[in-house]
């Protein structure tokens, strides 16, 4: 019973030891070839890098492809990162570039807009999900009809929750753009939720 517990209360501060790593520690131990630290990073940003790539390339198979590809850069460059960024900020860079490159080798595909599914956020109750089905795929319906700037642009701002600073950083444009790309992206999607009758989210 005590190994039981020995076991328990190292799993534990394993645990603690974990959360209070941050991504910047993180990957300086990465550079120095820690793995542990590698699988720590991989489980906290994985989910969000896959959404965000799979919003760009519309195919859940190419983006768990990509979100390999992004990692394996992370574990190879982790040395070049130079802290003037949050590290999901470099991440997401990693993973747009990624993205394109892949779309661009696939120009001659008709992409289907259907491609998109939605990933259930894991703090969500089945109710609340459930409640949410309708409205959400109103809502994916309508980002998918902006052109791919100004999605780009709700994506990392609305979904990911960037600054503008960040998005301009990530996708290599002065914030000024950011502003006016969010502006008229904004304004576009509120004329397609009305025409779609969800005048709440209009709003």
């Not at 910047?24 to 965000?52: C, K, P, W």
């Not at 080798?105 to 894991?122: K, M, N, P």
Request: net charge neutral; hydrophobic share 40%.
């Amino acid at each position: 019973m005590q190994k039981v517990i020995a076991i328990n209360e190292a799993a534990r501060q394993s645990i603690i030891t974990a959360q209070a790593t941050t991504d910047e520690m993180l990957l300086q131990s990465i550079a120095d070839g820690g793995r542990t630290a590698m699988h720590i990073l991989y489980s906290r940003h994985n989910v969000r890098v896959y959404r965000f790539i799979l919003r760009i390339v519309r195919d859940s198979t190419i983006a768990e492809d990509l979100v390999s590809q992004v990692f394996l850069d992370v574990w190879r460059t982790a040395r070049q990162f130079e802290g003037r960024s949050q590290v999901s900020t470099w991440l997401l860079s990693i993973a747009r570039f990624k993205a394109l490159t892949a779309l661009r080798q696939r120009r001659h595909e008709d992409i289907d807009q259907e491609d998109v599914r939605q990933i259930a956020d894991e703090a969500d109750t089945p109710e609340a999900s459930l409640d949410r089905t309708n409205t959400s795929a109103i809502l994916r319906a309508c980002v998918a009809k902006l052109s791919p700037a100004h999605r780009e642009i709700i994506n990392l701002v609305y979904y990911h929750e960037k600054s503008v600073e960040e998005a301009g950083e990530i996708i290599g444009i002065p914030q000024s753009t950011v502003k006016t790309r969010m502006f008229y992206a904004r304004k576009q999607l509120a004329d397609l939720l009305k025409g779609a009758g969800v005048d709440s989210l209009a709003a």
